[in-house]
């Protein structure tokens, strides 16, 4: 049974500088601590809640409604992947909104979101003031943070971010084939890789191996490699790196194709350099640019770290741009079957205006 709004615990955002949010407690009561982050989409949180990329983040949606159409069953397909989700469970540390709807109303929708979150016992604060919280995220950039509820202002954990390994929390500990013995077969290496992502390949009737973030995938045999979006600084993930510097000093040349934290991966395997963002992308309403056309593209995104342009080796460039901060969205190699994008293709809910990446990418295995 939900509690009503009235009957809420006073809970308490309060940021690295000192800066505290009043709200009340729509979640799970535990004290937790995350870096804050936000999202400007208007729709999506089942997916935005349970993509790995979120790993350790308290997560703000600056859209001020949330919940309002409850959420789907977590139904699981035939061959293993979330039918509705990103992933097994919710990876988010915390959510903050401005106004949590108690009524839902959707097709699909089987509980509400202050259940399921309980449920998987997540904290989460309504009442803030979203748009003053992001315009102090905006002005000083991603801060730590801790949500306390007003009967847990003790025992609060300290909060981690930089150099954290989050890689290794989410990604799978064993290999898992998918749709074995249909036509080319890729390896996917996953750093927190989002169900939809395979989903797209498992449609394009692509056999996929999904291995873990540091297994040395040169030895399997494949026809072309997968790099897949992840959580946190990609600087923690040198195993893949040197994996994937292997991959590309290998004489038999093979298609290769990154997706957000795979686009870093990918570059810093080239020889290029990553930096943190003041704030990040995350959203459904990025534009980027495809370097040298006039092709514009709405996109989603899901980062915090981005690609030195600058830093690429001579045989590389730029495939996409941000048009906000003409920051790196996309690289490829000027001769070799290897390019990546910074943004989600695929994003559900979000735009599709690039899932032909997709298709791209398969045409060339």
Known sequence: MAHTINNRRRATLTLSDGTTFCGQSFGYEVPVAGEVVFNTAMTGYPESLTDPSYAGQILVLTFPLAGNY????????????????????????????????????????????????????????????????????????VMLGKIESE??????????????????????????????????????????????????????????????????????????????????????????????????GKSDVKPCMGICMGNQLLSKAAG????????????????????????????SQNHGYAVDTKTLPQDWEALFVNMNDDSNEGVRHKHNPWLSAQFHPEACSGPLDTEFLFDEFVQLL
């Open 272 to 299: 290029a350099s990553i930096y943190k963002l003041k704030y990040g992308h995350r959203g459904h309403n990025q534009p980027v640019r495809r370097v040298g056309t006039t092709q514009c593209f709405i996109t």
């Open 70 to 141: 409850g959420v789907p069953p977590f139904t699981m397909r035939q061959d293993g992947m979330a039918t509705f989700m990103e992933s097994e469970h919710i990876h988010i540390s915390g959510l903050v909104v401005c106004d949590y709807s108690e009524d839902y109303s959707h097709w699909n929708a089987v509980e509400s979101l202050s259940d399921w979150l309980r449920r998987e016992k997540i904290p989460a604060i309504t009442g803030v003031d979203t748009r003053e919280l992001t315009k102090v995220l905006r002005e000083h950039g």
């Open 151 to 248: 009967d847990t202002i003790s025992d609060v954990p300290s909060a981690q971010y930089e150099g954290v390994n989050y890689v290794e929390k989410v990604s799978c500990s064993e290999v898992i084939k998918y749709n074995e013995g249909a036509g080319k077969r890729a390896v996917l290496v996953d750093c927190g890789v989002k169900h939809n992502i395979i989903r797209c390949l498992l449609q394009r009737n692509i056999e996929v191996v999904r291995v873990p973030w540091d297994y040395d995938f040169n030895a399997l045999e494949f026809d072309g490699l997968f790099l897949a979006n992840g959580p946190g600084d990609p600087d923690t993930c040198e195993r893949t790196v040197d994996n994937i510097r292997k991959f590309l």
